[in-house]
């Protein structure tokens, strides 16, 4: 089962736990988006709807505002190909665009349901969105959620390069589909 590296804005620099994935699991496969620095949804759901097209029932794996783009997918047609996806540290696209307009592309957050396997990890000193606000979207999105305590971003700046614990949860959604599998063969 392929995963799917979805970094946020800006990519995930070198040294980051998802390009550390990428660079440890041969399975893995980054989904590339033509421009980081000026993040437009349409654009980057053209291209991590490609990756999902090549690969179907995927794990997609994503980090700040590639969660974003992940809960958008979820009312797309193309979402019937995620098997799960690992959410870490999603960014308040909201707050974001008040701020900042080349966030408003990803506002407002999708309230629905997200329809597949999920599970939201964050932390309660991020600066790119309250705790209670990650709280509440994985509430909503009927994704499992994972207090991380005081653990920033969770990207390296707040000491995440080396991430093994992010393999285990990513793991959690693969197990259920094997079993499945295995239990139809049979």
């Given at each position: 089962m392929t995963t799917l590296i979805i970094p946020g804005y800006r990519g995930s620099e070198k040294g980051h736990w998802q390009r550390q994935w990428l660079a440890e699991d041969e399975t893995a496969r980054l989904v590339e988006q033509d421009d980081w620095e000026n993040p437009v949804l349409s654009q980057w759901l053209h291209v991590l709807e490609a990756a999902?097209?090549?690969?179907?029932?995927?794990?997609?794996?994503?980090?700040?505002?590639?969660?974003?783009?992940?809960s958008h997918l979820a009312r797309?047609?193309?979402a019937a190909h995620v098997a799960g996806a690992?959410?870490?540290?999603p960014a308040d696209a909201e707050r974001m665009a008040v701020?900042?307009?080349k966030f408003r592309s990803f506002a407002?957050?999708?309230r629905h349901n997200l329809g597949f396997p999920s599970i939201v990890v964050a932390s309660r000193d991020d600066?790119?969105?309250?705790?209670n606000k990650a709280r509440a979207l994985a509430d909503i999105w009927g994704a499992g959620f994972v207090?991380?305590?005081?653990?920033?971003h969770i990207n390296i700046e707040s000491?995440?390069?080396?991430?093994?614990?992010?393999?285990?949860l990513a793991d959690s959604m693969r197990r259920p589909q094997e079993r499945f599998r295995t239990q139809r063969a049979a």
């Open positions: 999902l097209a090549e690969t179907p029932g995927a794990i997609l794996v994503a980090h700040s505002l590639g969660c974003v783009l992940v797309r047609p193309s690992l959410l870490v540290a701020h900042d307009s407002p957050l999708p600066p790119y969105i309250s705790f207090d991380m305590q005081y653990a920033g000491g995440f390069g080396s991430w093994p614990e992010a393999y285990i």
